[in-house]
Structures are given as structure tokens and as C-alpha cells.
């Protein structure tokens, strides 16, 4: 496998972070949620809003041969904005960024991190150790789980 350097998010990263959200709410989310909730997502992460959203939240990137390959975020103790390169699915890239946004965490005192969970991501995160607490229901992002796991 080449080399994936995990370093913080920078506005140039934005178009190319929005287009592999895109492409994965398009491709894996589509499957398990409506047409209008995948659009509301879409918009919620423009390489606008994503720019806007670094401003409060530790945002990451991984990189591979200087392209951005992946994004993850943390805001306390919330981790959001998981998303790969669909082409990079289950290569260890995913694990990567959740290693990294865990260590920030624990780096900040945070003893107990949360995130919610789409449908199609839950095994996902059960492999890293997260547990379900309960699901969550939106009008505007539709289902999903809410998870946690103990930093020790």
C-alpha cells in the first residue's frame, strides 16, 4: 500500500473532501436513504460549508500520492464527517483517520467520544470499538445511530 499521511484540513482541501462525500452519499448512502435526505447532506457539505466548518472543529485529511483521500472531524467529543474514497474503501484509511481523531481526543482529556452512525456505516465503526446507544431520527438527515466507545 503507498504511503497515507493523516495531516489537518486546509481550505485547498475542501473541493476535493466535498467530491468524495459527494460521491460516497451518492454511491453507499443512496442505498439506505431517500433522494431528499441525501440532497440535504450534499448541501451541508459543500467545499463552502466544509471550509466554514473548520473554523470550529479539528478537521483531517488523509493523503495519498498529494491527493486528498479521506476526511474526518472532531468538535470535543464528537466525531463527524467520516467519509473515504470510495475507491479506497476497506484499504485501512478509515481506521486511520478514526486512529488519529481518537488521539486527538484523548490528547484533549476526553475520556468517552461519540458520533452518529449512518445505516451503512455501523459495522464499520463496531469494528473500532464503538458501541450502539440508541437511534436517532431526523427530518432533514434521516436515520441514524448514535455510538460511543471509552478512550482509555
Same mark, same amino acid.
Given at each position: ?11 485547498? #482541501? ?12 451518492? +454511491? /453507499? ?28 472543529? +479539528? @478537521? ?5 500520492? #498529494? ?5 474526518? =472531524?472532531?468538535?470535543? #467529543?464528537? /466525531? ?23 488521539? /486527538? ?6 475520556? +468517552? ?8 456505516? /455501523?459495522?464499520?465503526?463496531? @469494528? ?9 431520527? =431526523? ?10 466507545? #471509552?478512550?482509555?
Amino acid at each position: 500500500m503507498k504511503k497515507i499521511i493523516i495531516r489537518n484540513f486546509e481550505p485547498n #482541501d475542501a473541493a476535493s473532501a466535498a467530491e468524495i462525500i459527494r460521491n460516497n452519499l451518492l +454511491t /453507499i448512502n443512496a442505498r439506505k436513504y431517500p433522494e431528499q435526505i441525501i440532497q440535504n447532506l450534499i448541501k451541508i457539505y459543500s467545499a463552502d460549508d466544509l471550509i466554514r466548518q473548520s473554523s470550529n472543529k +479539528t @478537521m483531517i485529511v488523509a493523503i495519498m500520492n #498529494d491527493k486528498v483521500i479521506g476526511i474526518g =472531524s472532531l468538535l470535543n #467529543d464528537f /466525531i463527524s464527517t467520516v467519509f473515504v474514497n470510495i475507491h479506497h474503501h476497506g484499504t485501512g484509511i478509515g481506521r486511520k483517520i478514526m486512529n488519529t481523531l481518537e488521539l /486527538i481526543a484523548k490528547e484533549n482529556n476526553i475520556k +468517552t467520544i461519540s458520533l452518529h452512525a449512518s445505516i451503512n456505516a /455501523i459495522n464499520f465503526y463496531e @469494528m473500532q470499538g464503538y458501541q450502539v446507544v440508541s437511534n436517532v431520527e =431526523s427530518e432533514d438527515f434521516g436515520k441514524s445511530i448514535l455510538m460511543k466507545k #471509552d478512550l482509555l
